[in-house]
């Protein structure tokens, strides 16, 4: 018997903080109302499954100081999103809220506020947030090793799923949590909202990454690609079984853009195109001086590498990741051999390390291709994220999802009203009650009463 037909799910990824998304000419404004606006009202328009929002609650540094080659600032999301809820009716509205800097009952109080707002709209990205150095805006540097950030995000979900859950016929009834991470007692202030509580999604791919996905998310927002993409979704699903969910019960989407063109000679000279106006050779030096953590401005951006190695003791606070010394050399020998292989300059190697992984064609290949990869069981769609904003989705509404439509596997109308319903997923109620019980067996205790009048 052959395989059914999988259908697509799409989300849209408002692209901010990028290194180079704001180099495009036809860029606007990341904080101007009109540029969210527009984005996710053509996301809309393509019958998009969600519009997501990701958050970085720290701007980017280079060598201590702002960074000057992209544009720095960020909304609120909750707020902004609060917005959009007005000027959209259908598409579902998802803030990145990260469980390592935020609070349990205010996190669940304005995503419940968000979800009633949207009528059923709410997704909450839980994300565990990479490093000390954001801590510091919330005077916790250092704080939390990266399994903690796992555990205490595994308790946060919980409790706010008791928190929502906590209203019943009679109005609020009372709990009590408490577990290694939080002690919270009191009454939810917000009742119950449409969706009971927002559609939760996860992006992170570590060992704890994964099984915290597997025991809570419902849609992952993955960067996996290719055979690496298909390997973490057959992994991911198989640890399903383990929390009782069914492999459909979890969307898993890896984020994508794209380059069309009329033909796909003329996409792959998009591509090159865009790529060159995207690394100005300014960039392409600061790409570099952050891994070596040294001044390398004197360097020709179009001449070889550096041939001096990395300095072993910056350790850029700025880049966590990049902190120890042996990583960078090892990334700096690596990018040696293959620009020597390719015969690259530095901005050559800075275009090729930083373009992605882009569908490239005409809009029929592009369909073609992102079908392909969803019925081979890499993906259940993708967070398509345009390369610029507010305009850079227009070209995949008008142009690519049609395709997808004609292929019969991309919904032509909304068939639902909550975010949840778009994914096609169970009710909350089930796993409310799985949160609870794990919540009193292990993790907390869980104490409900009626309030008193
Ligand atoms: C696709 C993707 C998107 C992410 N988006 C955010 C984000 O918007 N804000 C944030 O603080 N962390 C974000 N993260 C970081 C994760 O929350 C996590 O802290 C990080 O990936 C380390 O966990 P891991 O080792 O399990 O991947 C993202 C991670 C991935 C893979």
Request: with cysteine.
């Amino acid at each position: 018997m052959s395989k059914p037909v999988k259908q697509m799910h799409l989300a849209a990824l408002f692209p901010v903080n990028h290194l180079t998304v704001w180099r495009d000419p036809r860029a606007g404004s990341q904080v101007e109302f009109a540029s969210y606006s527009h984005l996710a009202r053509t996301a809309e328009r393509g019958k998009f499954d969600v519009f997501l929002l990701a958050d970085f609650p720290r701007l980017v540094e280079h060598r201590a100081e702002i960074s000057d080659v992209g544009v720095a600032g960020q909304l609120d999301q909750i707020t902004v999103l609060s917005a959009l809820a007005s000027v959209t009716n259908r598409i579902g509205l998802a803030a990145t809220v990260n469980a390592t800097f935020n609070e349990p009952f205010d996190a669940a109080r304005r995503l419940a506020t968000l979800d009633h707002l949207s009528g059923g709209r709410c997704g909450w990205n839980v994300v565990t947030t990479p490093d000390a150095w954001t801590g510091e805006n919330f005077r916790r540097g250092g704080y939390l090793p990266h399994a903690d950030r796992y555990l205490r995000a595994a308790e946060f979900v919980d409790v706010a799923r008791i928190l929502w859950g906590s209203w019943g016929s009679h109005g609020a009834t009372r709990f009590h949590h408490e577990g290694a991470h939080f002690r919270v007692d009191g009454r939810f202030t917000v009742p119950t909202s449409p969706q009971v509580y927002p559609l939760t999604i996860q992006a992170g791919d570590s060992e704890q990454g994964r099984e915290f996905a597997a025991a809570t998310a419902e849609m992952i927002y993955s960067r996996r690609l290719g055979l690496a993409g298909q390997a973490f979704y057959s992994d991911v699903k198989r640890r399903l079984a383990r929390y009782g969910r069914a492999p459909e019960h979890v969307k898993i989407m890896p984020g994508v853009s794209f380059i069309l063109g009329d033909t796909d000679e003329d996409a792959r000279e998009n591509a090159e195109l865009m790529q060159r106006q995207a690394v100005s050779p300014q960039l392409a030096i600061w790409y570099l001086e952050r891994t070596w953590g040294r001044d390398l401005s004197a360097y020709d951006p179009d001449g070889p590498l550096p041939d001096v190695d990395p300095d072993p003791e910056a350790a850029p606070p700025d880049w966590p990741g990049l902190a120890d010394a042996a990583v960078r050399l090892r990334r700096v020998q690596k990018w040696r051999a293959f620009a020597a292989e390719q015969n690259l300059g530095i901005r050559e190697l800075v275009m090729k390390l930083t373009a992605g992984r882009p569908f490239i064609g005409t809009p029929a290949r592009v369909a073609e291709q992102m079908n392909d990869y969803v019925q081979s069981d890499g993906a259940d769609g993708f967070v398509v994220v345009p390369r610029f904003a507010p305009g850079g989705l227009d070209d995949f509404v008008d142009q690519v999802v049609p395709e997808l439509q004609n292929r019969g596997v991309f919904r032509t109308e909304y068939t639902d009203h909550t975010l949840r319903g778009h994914f096609g997923l169970p009710a909350p109620s089930e796993h409310l009650q799985k949160a609870l019980r794990r919540t009193a067996a292990g993790v907390g205790s869980v104490r409900t009463g009626a309030a008193k009048p």
